[in-house]
């Protein structure tokens, strides 16, 4: 079975602290692709990171991380200080083997303390 | 910054009636796709398209869906024969030969 699974549909954490975003996949096919999206209340869906299976390192961009652990089939968007504007829906989404269609889990609501 | 443009913002249909979504993808990409999030729920795709013709798509796109590119800018979602059911945002995307997608901002369709 292919499903990707977020776990917390809520979360607090304090403005300028980090925070972990849960997610989980499961799939038998080696080549696979993750993605974090992020949607502010205004509605649109906002690329933040993307992660292949083959790829080495774990992806970065700017304050975002993803701590992609193969074996335990995680992925998790690390946050690093964050800020009141990064309150938002954020959307794991993965793509199997060669397909392009994104999967998406249930997101988890993120809200940031001031 | 290039981005994906999607009109209109909103569109109110009454039941039955036939709508057309339109997008335009970013210039250079050659992957286009139509999502939709129904309200409160999880962002489920509907189709792919490349190369002018669908290369993936899901079981919710059946007869009454249909998608064209009339020109070499514009990428649309038809809905035939509009339901209450089909309200819901609809996200087009695009992509390079790479797999990351950028999202439109979305067409609220609200069918009455």
């Known amino acids: 079975a292919q499903k990707i699974t977020q776990t917390q549909p809520g979360m607090f954490v304090q403005e300028k602290e980090a925070v972990t975003l849960d997610c989980t996949y499961d799939?038998?096919?080696?080549?696979?692709?993750l993605f974090w999206y992020k949607q502010p209340s205004s509605g649109e869906m906002i690329f933040l990171i993307y992660?292949?299976?083959?790829?080495?390192q774990n992806a970065t961009e700017g304050r975002y991380s993803l701590n992609f652990q193969k074996a335990r089939k995680s992925a998790n968007l690390v946050i690093s200080a964050s800020q009141l504007g990064d309150s938002a829906m954020y959307f794991c989404?993965?793509?199997?083997?060669?397909?392009?269609?994104?999967?998406f889990g249930s997101g988890t609501q993120l809200t940031v303390l001031p | 910054e290039p981005e994906v443009t999607q009109t209109p913002s909103h569109q109110v249909t009454q039941m039955g009636q036939e709508v057309i979504l339109r997008c335009v993808p970013i210039?250079?990409?050659?992957?286009f796709y139509w999502y939709r999030q129904i309200l409160g729920q999880k962002v489920e795709f509907l189709v792919s398209?490349?190369?002018?013709?669908?290369?993936?798509k899901s079981e919710i796109f059946d007869d009454q869906f249909s998608v064209e590119r009339p020109d070499g800018s514009n990428f649309t979602l038809k809905i035939r024969s509009t339901k209450l059911e089909d309200s819901a945002m609809y996200f087009c995307?695009?992509?390079?030969?790479?797999?990351?997608?950028?999202f439109g901002p979305g067409t609220r369709l609200t069918v009455t």
């Open positions: 995307a695009s992509s390079e030969a790479h797999y990351e997608q950028y």
């Open positions: 799939t038998s096919d080696p080549s696979y692709g």
């Open positions: 992660q292949g299976s083959y790829d080495q």
């Open positions: 989404a993965m793509r199997f083997g060669s397909a392009r269609q994104l999967t």
């Open positions: 210039s250079n990409h050659l992957y």
């Open positions: 398209f490349y190369n002018n013709e669908i290369s993936e």
